[in-house]
């Protein structure tokens, strides 16, 4: 039987009716409950002009909603589009040209960002959260619209975060969603009555996908609008949370919180994380203080979430094992990875340097009215490319070495950023890093240290660069250093290298080095 995100609602509906499936401050809403009010969603919808593989924007924080709509517009075989809350005007609307709306529902929080549309989308069907909506689905009936769907029908439309330019509509079908199921048994390994914390924003694969993974096994997923530590370590300990997938910079400040707060973890059995590099000093630090397993994950939106995992069990943090803390584990069942030889574009040799290729059912349909990057990503042979460096082992464990745009070719050498903010972010004065390359007039590009110090204590550039030069090769190392109070994040904690380079690399000229 194929997998649609309306069939996994009337499912736990018949036979989980009771159970709460979702909660979210004080509400709690069971599987009978989000059964009734999809459907109620889709029907109205309908009458709201929503017809078959049209498509409805939601631009909200965290809330029950989302997963009303999106098994909603399931039932009516309509695809939703997360739609990111922190982009500007412009930008929103956008992406809005590009989606192509049916509707839009909209919180109150975020109603100004598409209050003033013009040409075309001022004729944008928007609906608002609260009495508008509410009065919406008390007008519709009840009764399942089950408007039948197909493996290949799009499902969901997330967008690429813009970090490398224009945003992509990314299109994930049915089918592509169907190993979320697994996800949840073999990689995360839940269990009907585990609980899970979803903080990752749903219009992100973090939050829609990974945040799904419980949900296809009817256990209790806990939403919050609010990522802040404090809050996070009390919806942990209150709800008794047993799962969590988070960003690497979001755990750090949970271990710093927990350091001092010391609140009841006892539940959490285990902690994913990935979205973005974790230093090995961050995750032997976190092992300690949250006392769960860790999961590493590898994926990408384009292919609906996890492809590769380092397991609890390979987290290890001395002897020979302890390499892998450095690694995104192997290949998971339902996919295929390669790390691909960017010349002659055949599999490279264990430990050469190249582009992670991913096969897999679960690789997105395409990009949204966007061919030529489409034939760019998934290419013959069934293949996604991701744009990211890594090398293997002989084991199959797979270790990220950057975007390949963000590596540093210096001297004609090829200088990997990840490896150098590992080694900085071991500085005792180190809170985060993270590495550019920026122009340099003898050597072509040469690495540059972006870093936010620990609270009360000092470090400068000279000590930094000598740290690194006692373990790395000369030429690695960096040869400028600035300090910041903070480093510019998207909404899923990815460092905007985009932004730092826009901040330090001098237009047309040449930047100035503290060593050489």
Known sequence: MSFSMAGLVRE???TRADEIALVSGDRRLTWADLHRRSSRLGNALIKEGVRPKDRVGLLMKNTPEFHEIAFGCSKINAAVAGLNWRLAKGEIAAILEDAHLAALVVDAEHRELVSDLEGDLSKLRVIQLGDEYDSMLGKASEK????????????????????????KGIMISNQNLSFTRRMADELFRMRPESVHLVASPLFHIGGAGTGLTLMTLGGRTVLTRDASAEHLLELIENERVTHAFFVPAVIQRLVELQE????????????????????????RRSIDVLGCGFLGCYGMTETSGTVTALFPEE???????????????????WAE???????????????????????????????????????????????LRTGDGAYSDEQGYLFLQDRIKDMI?????????????????????????????????RWGETPKAVIVLKAGVAADAADIIEFTRSRLARYKCPTSVEFVDELPRTATGKVLKKTLRAQFVPAGGQSSSAAK
Do not use: C, F
């Not at 001092?260 to 995750?283: I, N």
């Not at 094992?321 to 192997?330: C, I, N, T």
């Not at 090829?414 to 920026?438: C, F």
């Open 12 to 14: 736990h509906a018949r």
């Open 144 to 167: 399942d619209p089950d408007v039948a769907t197909a493996p290949d029908d799009v499902t969901l439309i997330l967008y690429s975060s813009g970090t490398t330019g224009k945003p």
């Open 260 to 283: 001092v707060e010391k609140r009841d973890l006892s539940t959490l059995e285990l902690v994913a994380y990935g979205a973005a590099p974790m230093t090995e000093a961050l995750l």
């Open 315 to 333: 987290h290890v943090a001395e002897g020979p094992d302890a390499r892998l803390l450095r690694s995104v584990g192997r290949s998971l069942p």
């Open 337 to 383: 990875v390669r790390v691909t030889n960017m010349e002659t574009g055949v599999a490279a040799e264990p430990g050469e340097v190249g582009e992670i290729w991913v096969r897999s059912k679960a690789n997105m349909l395409g990009y949204l009215d966007q061919p030529e990057a489409t034939a760019e990503t998934l290419v013959e042979g069934g293949w």
């Open 409 to 441: 070719i210096s001297g004609g050498e090829n200088i990997y950023p990840i490896e150098l903010e590992n080694v900085i972010a071991d500085h005792p004065a180190v809170s985060d890093v993270a590495v550019i390359g920026v122009p340099h007039e």
